[in-house]
């Protein structure tokens, strides 16, 4: 089974914080992808990545960064917290080709 | 822009019926489909997935692609409680590898006991 784990599962941070989510995933997968959920606006996709080093924005890219430095590994950054960043955060993965993606169990965030 | 539409709901269906649940995409190159179940507070989790036209049976779960239509379908047969929940249909746009999966808002299912 794929394994796509998410540092924390619940974080609170104070504005202007820089906050780091982490996630890694088990299988080698090439692609992978950060996404944030609020209620009423469904999966929007913050940034992805296609290979180590690499980085395309997604839809809602403002005030956030990613890093790639190693295959399984793929970082969420907020460079300076806001209150409007408070939601439920997703990293998922996916092998290339025809395959679905999978989700780690989420990182839900508050900023105070 | 790519889109994929879904009713938002709720659509409650009694416990032992069929839930028929419906998504539209636009991108005619599309390849790939996939329906995605997620309980209140969790992450998504992959139910079925389907990439040539007609019914894909899954136990209790049959996803339907209607290529020409652009629809996709997931009807869950002797619905139970336990169903219920938001249910996310996800479509590969271009059959590339590397590009997202575009989702659509789901749709929230409500099965009565």
């Known amino acids: 089974d794929v394994k796509v784990t998410q540092s924390s599962r619940y974080l609170v941070k104070r504005t202007g914080e820089k906050v780091f989510l982490e996630c890694v995933q088990d299988m080698d997968h090439e692609n992978m992808f950060w996404y944030r959920q609020d209620p009423g606006l469904g999966l929007r996709l913050i940034y992805f990545?296609?290979?180590?080093?690499?980085?395309e924005k997604g839809d809602i890219p403002e005030g956030y960064s990613v890093s790639r430095e190693k295959k399984e590994r793929f970082s969420l950054i907020l460079e300076s917290a806001s209150t409007n960043q408070t939601s439920m955060y997703l990293c998922?993965?996916?092998?290339?080709?025809?395959?679905?993606?999978?989700f780690g169990d989420g990182t839900r965030l508050s900023i105070l | 822009q790519k889109e994929v539409e879904q009713n938002s709901g709720p659509l409650s269906v009694p416990e032992g019926a069929i839930a028929s649940l419906n998504c539209t995409y636009s991108?005619?190159?599309?390849?790939?489909f996939f329906w995605y179940r997620q309980y209140s507070g969790k992450s998504p989790e992959l139910i079925m997935f389907?990439?040539?036209?007609g019914d894909k049976e899954d136990g209790r779960f049959t996803a339907q692609l209607n290529k020409a239509s652009q629809y996709v379908s997931l009807l869950i047969r002797d619905s139970q409680p336990s169903d219920s929940a938001t249910y996310l249909c996800?479509?590969?746009?271009?059959?590339?590898?590397?590009?997202?999966?575009?989702f659509g808002k789901g749709t929230r299912l409500s099965v009565i006991a």
């Open positions: 991108d005619r190159g599309s390849q790939s």
């Open positions: 998922a993965s996916r092998w290339q080709g025809q395959q679905p993606q999978h």
């Open positions: 990545s296609y290979d180590v080093k690499m980085k």
């Open positions: 389907i990439y040539s036209n």
């Open positions: 996800a479509v590969n746009p271009i059959g590339s590898g590397n590009t997202p999966l575009v």
